[in-house]
């Protein structure tokens, strides 16, 4: 069974850039789906950060486009998540996801997740 | 504020029915995308329980069920048990925002 693991620091300085890594258990090259992050702020609901195929093609989401990158290390079954320049805003739990491409996308599964606090 | 709106929380005894609605819009659910449902049980990760507005994954009981009329999508769940308190999220597009993923704000049950 597919697992997801995120890992990075749990503190990040405003200003400065936070990074996260998923690590997969299972990585698969599969044309079917993509790989992905969706943060949760403190009280608020999910949102979608990005998404990368295995050819590296990426999709943002525009409100974060402009901060965020995501990549992909395939020999060690891991895929990044880069945001820049975070503010108190940025301060989430971040989980990372397999995306199943669709006519609509979906997330299964999902990492357990981490928090990841913006802080001075 | 989410785009798909979803009721903050619902309620209801073991073994009664319970719905979560989900609404949007003429961009999102109304333009014809499906909608997907998650249920992140305390201190886990979200899990996939509903995708394509009514169908579920392997392992997922029957007691959960979806699905969608306009500009809305609904979860349902029969026979409600002590486990199935956790909050649920659907997902879907919309079409004003570049086609990116939409989610909505979440339901918190509690099984009375």
């Known amino acids: 069974q597919l697992q997801l693991q995120e890992s990075g620091p749990g503190l990040v300085k405003p200003s400065e850039t936070l990074s996260l890594t998923c690590s997969v258990s299972e990585y698969s090259n599969s044309s079917g789906y993509y790989w992905g992050w969706v943060r949760q702020p403190p009280g608020e609901g999910l949102a979608w950060i990005g998404s990368?195929?295995?050819?590296?093609?990426?999709y943002y989401n525009p409100s974060l486009k402009s901060r965020v990158t995501i990549s992909l290390d395939t020999s060690k079954n891991q895929f990044s998540l880069r945001l820049s320049s975070v503010t108190a805003a940025d301060t989430a739990v971040y989980y990372c996801a397999r995306v199943r491409i669709a006519f609509v996308n979906w997330f299964d599964p999902w990492g357990q997740g981490t928090l990841v606090t913006v802080s001075s | 504020q989410s785009v798909l709106t979803q009721p903050p929380s619902v309620s209801g005894a073991p073994g009664q029915r319970i719905t979560i609605s989900c609404t949007g819009s003429?961009?999102?659910?109304?333009?014809?995308?499906?909608v997907h449902w998650y249920q992140r049980l305390p201190g886990t990760a979200p899990k996939l329980l509903i995708y394509?507005?009514?169908n579920r994954p392997s392992g997922v009981p029957d007691r959960f069920s979806g699905s969608k009329s306009g500009t809305s999508a609904s979860l349902a769940i029969t026979g409600l048990q002590a486990e199935d308190e956790a909050d649920y999220y659907c997902?879907?597009?919309?079409?004003?925002?570049?086609?990116?993923?939409?989610f909505g704000g979440g339901t918190k049950l509690t099984v009375l």
């Open positions: 394509g507005n009514n």
């Open positions: 997902q879907s597009y919309d079409s004003s925002l570049s086609h990116h993923v939409i």
């Open positions: 003429s961009s999102n659910i109304g333009a014809g995308y499906d």
């Open positions: 990368i195929h295995h050819t590296g093609s990426t």
